[in-house]
């Protein structure tokens, strides 16, 4: 099985900062990499898929990068509304998310 | 518009048996791959299993986790994706939700329904 390990667990930042979140692969999942935003009593909502590529109607602000077994989500200049949750999924071989990462205002 | 809509969670004693609905609609559900995830409240979510579509014979393939106690069903004529849970546990306790495939067979989630809570306790 493919282990997913993310971070940070929680992350506090303020309105117009860029954050960083990183997810590391036990072995090699070639880009077979999601992430998600999710907000308290609601389901998750894809942002990027494929490492990279941006899902239809998430703005501009979202972008990921990686490869091999290092993957990152950044969030340019933080809205009050990406308050929320963060999830790494890895599809490569079946799917496994990572622990999550809470992002809070400071 | 993309809609899917669980139901039938609830309140079930270990060892019982729930079956969870999951109504799709606004797409052509034959198409597309079918999946059953779920959360435990304050943790990450977790791949129980999916369906293939029409495509690729409808087959399945399971967590193994949830292997052998867990069974994806769909009836395409309904539009409707089914989770059998037997032998239920107090681990079992979650959010599920139904998702959508973003295209055909791609393997991320693009669309979810609002999930339905299941408590296995006694």
């Known amino acids: 099985d493919i282990q997913m390990t993310q971070s940070p667990a929680s992350l506090s930042a303020s309105l117009g900062e860029t954050v960083t979140i990183e997810c590391r692969a036990s072995e090699d999942i070639y880009n077979g990499l999601a992430w998600y935003q999710q907000k308290p009593g609601k389901s998750p909502q894809l942002l990027i898929y494929n490492a990279n590529s941006l899902h239809t109607g998430v703005p501009s602000r979202f972008s990921g990068s990686g490869s091999g077994t290092q993957y990152s989500l950044k969030i340019n200049s933080l809205q009050s509304e990406d308050v929320a949750s963060y999830f790494c999924?890895?599809?490569?071989?079946?799917?496994?998310f990572g622990a999550g990462t809470k992002l809070e205002l400071k | 518009e993309v809609k899917l809509l669980e139901s039938g969670g609830g309140l079930v004693q270990p060892g019982g048996s729930m079956r969870l609905s999951c109504a799709a609609s606004g797409f052509t559900f034959t198409d597309f791959y079918m999946y059953w995830i779920r959360q435990p409240a304050g943790k990450a979510p977790e791949w129980l299993g999916f369906?293939?579509?029409?495509?690729?014979?409808?087959?399945?393939e399971y967590n193994p986790s949830v292997k052998g106690r867990f069974t994806i069903s769909r009836d395409n004529t309904q539009n409707m994706l089914y989770l059998q849970m037997n032998t239920l546990r107090a681990e079992d306790t979650a959010t599920y939700y139904c998702?959508?495939?973003?295209?055909?067979?791609?393997?991320?989630?693009?669309?979810w329904g609002q999930g339905t809570l299941v408590t296995v306790s006694s």
């Open positions: 999924q890895q599809y490569y071989d079946y799917d496994t």
């Open positions: 369906i293939r579509n029409k495509a690729n014979g409808y087959t399945t």
């Open positions: 998702a959508r495939s973003d295209y055909g067979s791609s393997h991320w989630f693009a669309y």
